[in-house]
């Protein structure tokens, strides 16, 4: 299947010289997936609502400050390799192109549900992500947004002081408050003090209840819950007990999903690929390789490293962040570092990733050891 089938020639496009509080009114009334920006009628770049939340620029500043580059797609693409392109952009919308000009756009939602029928041969436990970053109800929304960013996600399960699910915060959730309102009085007790309402108890703003899945729901029931209700992502939970969390699920995991192959060497998917400056993506997987060639009992089913970019730069290279997370027979092992330069920063994750995986492999020689001594002393 090609992107033609999928792709649309509807979309919202706004010129780079409007003014941002024209993209902020368009998020809050139409709810799109992204805006196109163009210049001259010409393509420029994307916005997203996510992007919204990472920036408080000001309404009255041009659309272009703003506007982000975005994979371009021709018609002819195949799906496979446009989800990595939208994975790897870490966009939820990209630009498709036929002979060379802008003919439309295609978004996650126009893939997912064309290929829905195929998603019944997947469980929700195979591709969700189990390494969780939440919040408790008195978190202040200012604290949240740092999340957010800090992580590149776009939601935050709220757990009781018990650690029991009790609603979810996401980007959209606080877009209004934060955003929009940031240089406007606001109402109430609230009004012109931007402070408080960085200090707005995430309770205040969350929805409730959660949606939620379990492990054993087929993908295909999980991403038709997702569009019936224009959900991003539904917390995951062991069972039918809606109040403890196991992970979470988002459409962009099941996009990554989409993306495995069946080829000799791992698959790898880099998110913010544009980052990366004196190291390749061969090089990465090959790193990774040899991390779990290590242990030759954990088969690598799929690994993930994503790159952040912060503010903050040194002799002009900026600080990274590198994350990287590896699916595996054995579970899920983690690592996570910062340099400057995305080649720095990966090296230290690549360093951390090791030191887990190994603490993993010494955690389950114990508990083989442990089911083995007790099966001796059962004989006895």
């Not at 190291?279 to 009992?297: F, G, H, P």
């Not at 900026?318 to 996570?336: D, E, F, H, M, V």
Request: proline content about 2%.
């Amino acid at each position: 299947m090609d992107i033609a089938d999928i792709a649309t020639s509807d979309y919202v496009a706004i010129d780079a010289d409007q003014r941002l509080g024209k993209v902020r009114s368009i998020f809050e009334h139409d709810n799109p997936k992204g805006v196109i920006i163009t210049r001259d009628e010409d393509y420029a770049g994307v916005i997203t609502q996510k992007q919204l939340v990472q920036s408080h620029v000001e309404d009255k500043a041009k659309a272009g400050a703003m506007m982000r580059s975005a994979p371009k797609i021709d018609r002819t693409e195949d799906v496979r390799e446009v989800s990595r392109m939208l994975v790897e952009g870490d966009t939820k919308i990209a630009p498709v192109f036929e002979a060379g000009r802008l003919w439309g756009i295609v978004t996650q939602d126009d893939i997912l549900e064309a290929v829905l029928e195929h998603l019944d041969a997947l469980s929700v436990e195979q591709i969700y992500t189990e390494d969780v970053v939440t919040v408790t109800d008195d978190t202040h929304v200012g604290q949240a947004i740092n999340l957010l960013r800090e992580h590149g996600i776009s939601r935050l399960p709220v757990l009781t002081e018990e650690g029991l699910l009790s609603g979810m915060v996401t980007t959209h959730d606080i877009v209004d408050i934060v955003v929009r309102d940031m240089d406007k009085a606001t109402v109430g007790e609230r009004s012109g003090d931007v402070d408080r309402v960085l200090e707005i108890p995430v309770y205040d703003v969350m929805t409730t209840p959660v949606e939620t899945t379990t492990l054993d729901d087929s993908v295909r029931d999980a991403v038709e819950h997702m569009l019936g209700n224009d959900y991003a992502g539904l917390v995951v939970t062991p069972d039918q007990d809606d109040r403890v969390v196991a992970g979470i699920v988002t459409k962009t995991d099941v996009l990554r999903a989409l993306t495995y192959t069946e080829e000799d060497h791992m698959d790898v998917q880099i998110t913010n690929i544009s980052l990366l400056d004196t190291i390749s993506r061969e090089e990465i997987r090959t790193c990774i390789e040899e991390v779990a060639d290590k242990y030759q009992e954990m088969q690598v089913q799929h690994a993930h490293v994503r790159f952040h970019e912060h503010k903050e730069k040194l002799r002009g290279t900026p600080l990274i962040q590198s994350q990287i997370r590896l699916r595996t027979n054995k579970g899920q092992a983690a690592g996570s570092g910062e340099g400057y330069g995305a080649e720095s920063a990966f090296r230290v994750a690549l360093d951390k990733l090791e030191r887990n995986v190994l603490e993993l492999k010494t955690v389950q020689s114990d508990e083989e050891y442990k089911g083995q001594l007790l099966r001796k002393l059962g004989e006895l």
